[in-house]
């Protein structure tokens, strides 16, 4: 996940829930590693974009935006909050929409098979259509020139196509 991405989710995470901004929160959200959470949520706090402080238990670290308006306003309830002496526990929160939109994930197998009939078409199927367009050009006029190749460039295509976003044209 990039950064802006990533940035996205923090600010959503931040904006339309009240849970608290930790770095397994929005490594798990993110479907990254804690890692790269953590140097992402860096960058945010060298940006200041974040404030970071730690959680009430003074475990673990959260990130908070200065300007955050908690959609229901905390109170500090005494320990026995039900009526029962039992804590009810934290309140549901519903979103209106996923935090994230499951991505395409191209098929190499699928890509492959649209080379095969049109040169370039997996590159355009697999969401890269500038190489899809130029593997395409290149290889109608390497059959335009000679059969043998364009035969070869249009196997490298195929190539090209089942790696995926590895490389830009081969």
């Not at 993110?30 to 959680?55: D, F, I, N, P």
């Not at 109170?75 to 935090?99: A, M, V």
Request: with cysteine.
């Amino acid at each position: 996940m990039d950064f802006e991405e990533f940035e996205q989710l923090v600010l959503r995470l931040l904006f339309e829930t009240d849970f608290p901004v930790t770095a397994a929160h929005a490594a798990y959200l993110g479907r990254t590693s804690v890692r790269v959470a953590e140097r992402h949520l860096a960058r945010m706090v060298e940006q200041g974009t974040l404030l970071v402080r730690t959680s009430d238990a003074g475990e673990m670290l959260e990130y908070d935006h200065p300007h955050r308006k908690l959609l229901v306003p905390k109170k500090n309830p005494p320990p026995e909050s039900g009526r029962d002496g039992t804590w009810t526990g934290p309140p549901s929160i519903s979103i209106g929409e996923p935090l994230l939109a499951p991505r395409h994930r191209p098929s190499p197998v699928t890509s492959v098979l649209l080379s095969m009939l049109i040169p370039g078409a997996g590159h355009i199927y697999s969401g890269r259509p500038g190489p899809g367009v130029a593997w395409m050009a290149t290889t109608l006029m390497g059959y335009a020139c000679f059969f043998l190749p364009g035969l070869f460039i249009h196997g490298l295509c195929l190539v090209s196509a089942a790696r995926g976003d590895r490389g830009t044209l081969l």
